[in-house]
């Protein structure tokens, strides 16, 4: 029997951006059943959104997060009998810095076909709209978030920046992007670089790029704002 197929699906990054997705993904939702996906709520309204015709009661969705690791070995079952899965991230780009990771692993051990499609990915987007070294860059996931553990990492990723001409990214929960950005301005020199990329893709899309002793100049205005952050240090 063939094997099924893996579809990474990429998600929006902001409401109301559907119509920045390649059209093709609507054919590719279409002839798949079976979701594996972070939250059901958002996918079934992300696949409503995509395409108002197709019928959410006759799709199967399973979760797939740090709660629901079960969910894998069913998806290694339905591999084997021929069923394609398509996986689809809460937001941006799938199996980067997500769980979906974990999937595209057992598709490969099982030599499963997997078939990444087009979408916005915030990290390379915030890269590509900071001016920093795009040939060399590093991406830390979430940076950690309490003393002195926050401090000394900041340390240590601006100092790798300047000895490796190295771009740092980072991302953070965005209730605490103004004690992050606060944290940079208090243990980065002032002629290091940080760019803040807000709000992706949205209407109010928000990218500045400019040295720490700048920043010190800025009030915020982040709180609650999706934001990928960008050190660079020469």
Same mark, same amino acid.
């Given at each position: 029997?063939?094997? $099924?197929?893996?579809?990474?699906?990429?998600?929006?990054?902001?409401?109301? =951006?559907?119509?920045?997705?390649? !059209?093709?993904?609507?054919?590719?939702? #279409?002839?798949?059943?079976?979701?594996?996906?972070?939250?059901?709520?958002?996918?079934?309204?992300?696949?409503?959104?995509?395409?108002?015709?197709?019928?959410?009661?006759?799709? /199967?969705?399973?979760?797939?997060?740090?709660?629901?690791?079960? %969910?894998?070995?069913?998806?290694?079952?339905?591999?084997?009998?021929? /069923?394609?899965?398509?996986?689809? !991230?809460?937001?941006?780009?799938?199996?980067?810095?997500?769980? $979906?990771?974990?999937?595209?692993?057992?598709?490969?051990?099982? %030599?499963?076909?997997?078939?990444?499609?087009? $979408?916005? *990915? !915030?990290?390379?987007?915030?890269?590509?709209? %900071?001016?920093? #070294? $795009?040939?060399?860059?590093?991406?830390?996931?979430?940076?950690? *978030?309490?003393?002195?553990?926050?401090?000394?990492?900041?340390?240590?990723?601006?100092?790798?920046?300047?000895?490796?001409?190295? /771009?740092?990214?980072?991302?953070? =929960?965005?209730?605490? #992007?103004?004690?992050?950005?606060?944290?940079?301005?208090? #243990?980065?020199?002032? *002629?290091?670089?940080?760019?803040?990329?807000?709000?992706? =893709?949205? =209407?109010?899309?928000?990218?500045?790029?400019?040295?720490?002793?700048?920043?010190?100049?800025?009030?915020?205005?982040?709180?609650?704002?999706?934001?990928?952050?960008?050190?660079?240090?020469?």
């Amino acid at each position: 029997m063939q094997k $099924g197929i893996l579809h990474l699906i990429p998600n929006i990054l902001a409401e109301n =951006t559907a119509h920045k997705m390649p !059209s093709y993904l609507i054919d590719i939702v #279409n002839e798949i059943k079976v979701f594996y996906v972070e939250e059901i709520r958002s996918a079934r309204r992300f696949l409503k959104m995509l395409n108002k015709q197709i019928v959410i009661d006759d799709l /199967t969705f399973h979760l797939l997060n740090e709660h629901h690791q079960e %969910s894998l070995s069913l998806a290694k079952n339905l591999f084997l009998q021929g /069923t394609s899965i398509a996986y689809i !991230s809460e937001a941006g780009c799938p199996a980067v810095a997500d769980p $979906g990771q974990d999937l595209v692993a057992i598709a490969h051990e099982l %030599s499963v076909q997997v078939v990444p499609h087009i $979408g916005p *990915n !915030s990290i390379i987007m915030a890269l590509m709209a %900071s001016g920093f #070294n $795009g040939q060399q860059f590093y991406f830390h996931g979430y940076l950690p *978030n309490k003393q002195p553990m926050l401090s000394i990492k900041i340390k240590e990723i601006e100092a790798h920046s300047r000895s490796h001409n190295c /771009t740092q990214i980072f991302i953070e =929960t965005p209730y605490r #992007n103004h004690q992050l950005i606060e944290e940079i301005l208090k #243990n980065c020199r002032d *002629n290091t670089q940080l760019c803040v990329a807000a709000n992706l =893709t949205a =209407t109010d899309e928000h990218i500045v790029a400019q040295m720490i002793k700048d920043w010190k100049k800025v009030k915020l205005n982040y709180h609650k704002i999706p934001a990928v952050f960008l050190l660079y240090a020469q």
